[in-house]
Structures are given as structure tokens and as C-alpha cells.
């Protein structure tokens, strides 16, 4: 009996995907719990360069299978596992019983969750060759490269408020660290020159204003300011500020090298302007913030004083929704003191509010007086 010639195409690819779904049974049976994302990813990566050196796209797509798995496992079932042995228990001076911080980079899972980042960024470098690589396989490096991004954010979400980490009121940094993140993949973007991190740094901006306005701002006060939410939503918001020199110099086209995959007309316009993304983000964490946690006369004097800085730092760097938004802001207190404040603020409350917003007022129209050419140009 002949066999047909064109069989002989699936023979290779069958039993290369019978041997890696073996070695991947071998490794949940002889590696624990902790480590065995580990050597899912340590396998893929083996099979991904082999397949890359040989030219075979079955064995990438297997090396894709084994991270893709790695991840499932990392998000659904090792986020929420504590693992490792219960720390001991100590028993204080006054009879209680304490269990003392506990670090282990496999047990707190930062080991995996840099592993996992790492190869996420690798098979985006190393799918962006068109030679080697076909373009759906470059659609899956970004993907995984997204997904590194996301397990480090949520690695903090989940881990760093534990019993490891000696940081009073672990929960509220979660925000000032992704917003540390997006600066952080902004100036990565702009080092680099990848769109990816561009992409994910605005993502992030997102989820931080998410998180800080939802969250955040509605935790319970503590004793100290320097623990509350409005230290930290200002810390949030101090640091996508920092990211606006990177922002400056990626806004428009021309920046990154050429696209190795076209983006609809509205998201790459939205792309171009990250500056405004990174500054109103800071900008509406601060103006709500102050509003929900202040009184009423405070507000106004924050909200002017906020308004007088951002129209300073408007004419600082020539941009012109900047100040717009901060004579905005000092319109809205101006509307507030005459519908609110003048008829609920005691006297002497309303007479400070006067004293802030009025200077505040004559500084902006000094301004507009003495640089009025200057400040028409961006108008």
C-alpha cells in the first residue's frame, strides 16, 4: 500500500507536539507547585529558539502553547495560592502570638513574575524578524509582552500588601507604583523606540486614575496625612507628571521605527498625544481628590492654588490645553464663591478664600498683561 507524500508533512510536526505535551505532563509531575510556571516557560523558550534557528513554525507555535500555559496558570491559579510553609509563630511581651515577615523570592512569586515579564519582552525582539518569523507569531510577542506587563501590575495588586512587605498600609502605594510603571514603560518607549510600551504605559494611566478614583479615594482615613489617600493619590500624580518630558518627545509621528502592525486611524491618533493622557490623568486625580477630601471653603483655596500652578507650568512648557484647564479650574472656584461659599462659609473661612483666589486672579491677568503676545501664539 503507498503512502501519499504529502503525509509525510504532518509527521514531524505530530510527534514534536506529542513530545513537548509529554514534557510538559513530566514537568507538572516532578516539579512543585512553585516552579512549575518556571519550567513550562524554560521549555518554550528552548523550543522557540530551536524553531527559530531551524525555521520549523510548529515548534514556536509549541514554544507559544507552553508560555501561553505558563501565564493561565500564573493568573489563575498562583496569584491567589500562598505558598510555602506558614512562617513560625512568636509570641509577643504581652501574650500575643505574631507571625514575623516572610520573604522568599519563589513563595512571593517575584521570581516567576520577572521570568514572565522577561519572556514576554524576548519573544517580542525576537518575532519581530519578518525572515524568521511570520506576522501572526509577532501579534503573539506583543501579546505576551502586554501579558508581562499585566502580571507585574497585578503581582503588586495581589502580593505587595502582605505580610512580607513591612510597609504600613501596603494597598494605597499599589497606585503610585503603576503609575511608576507607565512613566517607567513611557521612557522605555521613547529609549527604545517600541510602540508596545507606548501602548502600555497609557493603559496603565488608565487603570490608575481607575483605581485611585474608585478605590483609592474612598479608603478609610487614618491618624496621619502621610498614610492617607490624598498623600498618596498626590505621590500618583507627582509621578505621571515626571513621565511628561518623555511624553513631549514621542507626541506626533516619526518617532518609532515603522510599524509592524497598522493601528486604526483613531488609535494612532490617540497615540500621539500621550502628553495629554499623563497630564490630565494627574490632573483630575488632584482636582477630585481635593474635592472629596476637603471641606468646602478648602476646596477653594486648593483648587485655586492648584489652577494658579497649572496655568505657571502652561506657560513653562507652551502648552496650551494645560492652561486652559487651569483657568478652568480658577473660573470654577470663582463660580463657586459666588453660588456656594458666599452664603455658607463663616465669615472668617470667607475671607480666606478671598485672600487665596483673589492674588491667584491678579497673578493670571499680570500674565495675560505682560506676555499676552506670547500667550496668543498658543491660543
Not at 509525510?8 to 505535551?21: D, K, Q
Not at 525555521?55 to 507555535?61: F, H, I, N, P
Given at each position: 500500500?503507498t503512502?501519499?507524500?504529502?503525509?509525510?508533512?504532518?509527521?514531524?510536526?505530530?510527534?514534536?507536539?506529542?513530545?513537548?505535551?509529554?514534557?510538559?505532563?513530566?514537568?507538572?509531575?516532578?516539579?512543585?507547585?512553585?516552579?512549575?510556571?518556571?519550567?513550562?516557560?524554560?521549555?518554550g523558550?528552548?523550543?522557540?529558539?530551536?524553531?527559530?534557528?531551524?525555521?520549523?513554525g510548529?515548534?514556536?507555535w509549541?514554544?507559544f502553547?507552553?508560555?501561553?500555559?505558563?501565564?493561565?496558570?500564573y493568573?489563575?491559579?498562583?496569584?491567589?495560592?500562598?505558598f510555602?510553609?506558614?512562617?513560625?509563630?512568636?509570641p509577643?511581651?504581652?501574650?500575643?502570638l505574631l507571625?514575623p515577615?516572610?520573604?522568599?523570592?519563589?513563595?512571593?512569586?517575584?521570581?516567576?513574575?520577572?521570568?514572565?515579564?522577561?519572556?514576554?519582552?524576548?519573544?517580542?525582539?525576537?518575532?519581530?524578524n519578518?525572515?524568521?518569523c511570520?506576522?501572526?507569531?509577532?501579534?503573539?510577542?506583543?501579546?505576551?509582552?502586554?501579558?508581562?506587563t499585566?502580571?507585574?501590575?497585578?503581582?503588586?495588586?495581589?502580593?505587595?500588601?502582605?505580610?512580607?512587605?513591612?510597609v504600613?498600609?501596603?494597598?494605597a502605594?499599589?497606585?503610585?507604583?503603576?503609575a511608576?510603571?507607565?512613566?517607567l514603560?513611557l521612557?522605555?518607549a521613547?529609549?527604545?523606540?517600541?510602540?508596545?510600551?507606548l501602548?502600555?504605559?497609557?493603559a496603565l494611566?488608565?487603570?490608575?486614575?481607575?483605581?485611585g478614583?474608585?478605590?483609592?479615594?474612598?479608603a478609610?482615613?487614618?491618624?496621619?496625612?502621610?498614610?492617607?489617600?490624598?498623600?498618596?493619590?498626590?505621590v500618583?500624580?507627582?509621578?505621571?507628571?515626571?513621565?511628561?518630558p518623555?511624553?513631549?518627545?514621542?507626541?506626533?509621528?516619526?518617532?518609532?521605527?515603522?510599524?509592524?502592525?497598522?493601528?486604526?486611524p483613531?488609535?494612532?491618533?490617540?497615540?500621539?498625544?500621550?502628553?495629554?493622557?499623563?497630564?490630565?490623568a494627574?490632573?483630575?486625580?488632584?482636582?477630585?481628590?481635593?474635592?472629596?477630601?476637603?471641606?468646602?471653603?478648602?476646596i477653594?483655596?486648593?483648587?485655586?492654588?492648584?489652577?494658579?500652578?497649572?496655568?505657571?507650568?502652561?506657560?513653562?512648557?507652551g502648552?496650551?490645553?494645560?492652561?486652559?484647564?487651569?483657568?478652568?479650574?480658577?473660573?470654577?472656584?470663582?463660580?463657586?464663591?459666588?453660588?456656594?461659599?458666599?452664603w455658607?462659609?463663616?465669615?472668617?473661612?470667607?475671607w480666606?478664600?478671598?485672600?487665596?483666589?483673589?492674588?491667584?486672579?491678579?497673578?493670571?491677568?499680570?500674565?495675560?498683561t505682560?506676555?499676552?503676545?506670547v500667550?496668543?501664539?498658543?491660543?
Amino acid at each position: 500500500k503507498t503512502v501519499p507524500a504529502v503525509s509525510g508533512n504532518y509527521v514531524a510536526p505530530a510527534y514534536s507536539w506529542a513530545a513537548t505535551l509529554l514534557m510538559a505532563y513530566v514537568a507538572t509531575v516532578l516539579a512543585s507547585a512553585e516552579v512549575l510556571g518556571l519550567a513550562w516557560v524554560a521549555l518554550g523558550l528552548a523550543l522557540f529558539e530551536i524553531g527559530r534557528w531551524a525555521r520549523k513554525g510548529y515548534l514556536r507555535w509549541q514554544a507559544f502553547f507552553l508560555v501561553a500555559a505558563a501565564f493561565g496558570r500564573y493568573f489563575a491559579i498562583d496569584l491567589p495560592t500562598t505558598f510555602g510553609p506558614a512562617a513560625p509563630i512568636v509570641p509577643t511581651a504581652d501574650g500575643r502570638l505574631l507571625s514575623p515577615p516572610h520573604f522568599s523570592l519563589v513563595n512571593s512569586l517575584l521570581l516567576e513574575v520577572l521570568i514572565l515579564a522577561g519572556i514576554g519582552y524576548w519573544l517580542l525582539e525576537r518575532t519581530r524578524n519578518r525572515e524568521r518569523c511570520t506576522r501572526a507569531e509577532h501579534i503573539i510577542g506583543l501579546l505576551a509582552d502586554a501579558l508581562g506587563t499585566l502580571s507585574i501590575a497585578l503581582w503588586f495588586a495581589y502580593r505587595f500588601p502582605s505580610d512580607w512587605v513591612p510597609v504600613p498600609g501596603g494597598e494605597a502605594w499599589v497606585t503610585p507604583i503603576w503609575a511608576g510603571m507607565a512613566t517607567l514603560l513611557l521612557a522605555l518607549a521613547w529609549l527604545a523606540r517600541r510602540r508596545a510600551f507606548l501602548i502600555q504605559s497609557m493603559a496603565l494611566v488608565v487603570a490608575v486614575v481607575a483605581r485611585g478614583l474608585s478605590l483609592d479615594l474612598f479608603a478609610e482615613n487614618p491618624a496621619s496625612f502621610w498614610h492617607g489617600p490624598l498623600f498618596h493619590l498626590g505621590v500618583a500624580a507627582i509621578v505621571l507628571l515626571a513621565a511628561l518630558p518623555f511624553a513631549f518627545r514621542l507626541r506626533g509621528e516619526g518617532r518609532f521605527a515603522t510599524p509592524t502592525i497598522s493601528l486604526p486611524p483613531d488609535l494612532g491618533l490617540i497615540l500621539r498625544r500621550p502628553e495629554q493622557w499623563f497630564f490630565f490623568a494627574a490632573f483630575a486625580l488632584e482636582v477630585v481628590a481635593l474635592a472629596v477630601k476637603l471641606s468646602s471653603g478648602h476646596i477653594t483655596i486648593a483648587w485655586s492654588l492648584l489652577g494658579l500652578g497649572v496655568f505657571l507650568f502652561a506657560l513653562a512648557v507652551g502648552e496650551r490645553s494645560y492652561r486652559l484647564a487651569g483657568l478652568g479650574l480658577l473660573l470654577v472656584c470663582v463660580a463657586k464663591i459666588l453660588l456656594m461659599d458666599v452664603w455658607q462659609l463663616p465669615l472668617s473661612q470667607r475671607w480666606i478664600t478671598f485672600v487665596v483666589l483673589g492674588p491667584a486672579l491678579v497673578a493670571v491677568s499680570f500674565l495675560y498683561t505682560r506676555f499676552g503676545a506670547v500667550i496668543r501664539k498658543f491660543l
